[in-house]
Nanobody, 117 residues
Framework: VQLVESGGGLVQAGGSLRLSCAGSGITFKINSMGWYRQAPGKQRELVAAITSGGSSTKYADSVKGRFTISRDNAKKMMYLQMNSLKPEDTAVYYC???????????WGQGTQVTVSS
């Protein structure tokens, strides 16, 4: 599976961004997927994850109520809608895919999100 993120950028606190992940490979529609992020000097964090059919999702406590993960298997796309962004959301965001939420072992190259105060 190949994963390519887009949609990152610079936004003011309180603003919104929508990240997209384009996937390829025959296993896209049967894989769980997720968004990780990593800020400088911090541990990598699973921000949100979604099951293969999209019926179940989970979120880090830090983003609940602000971020929404979704996917369109027909288009082989996954999305992360990020609202009410905070400076602490600043990080490189990675699209990931795998057989389960615990095994998200395919990674994209990452996209930078910077939230200014």
């Amino acid at each position: 599976v190949q994963l390519v993120e887009s949609g990152g950028g610079l936004v003011q606190a309180g603003g919104s961004l929508r990240l997209s992940c384009a996937g390829s490979g025959i296993t896209f529609k049967i894989n769980s997927m997720g968004w990780y992020r990593q800020a400088p000097g911090k541990q990598r964090e699973l921000v949100a994850a979604i099951t293969s059919g999209g019926s179940s999702t989970k979120y880090a406590d830090s983003v609940k109520g602000r971020f929404t993960i979704s996917r369109d298997n027909a288009k082989k796309m996954m999305y992360l809608q990020m609202n009410s962004l905070k400076p602490e959301d600043t990080a490189v965001y990675y699209c990931t895919s795998g057989s389960s939420w615990q095994q998200l072992d395919h990674w994209g190259q990452g996209t930078q999100v910077t939230v200014s105060s």
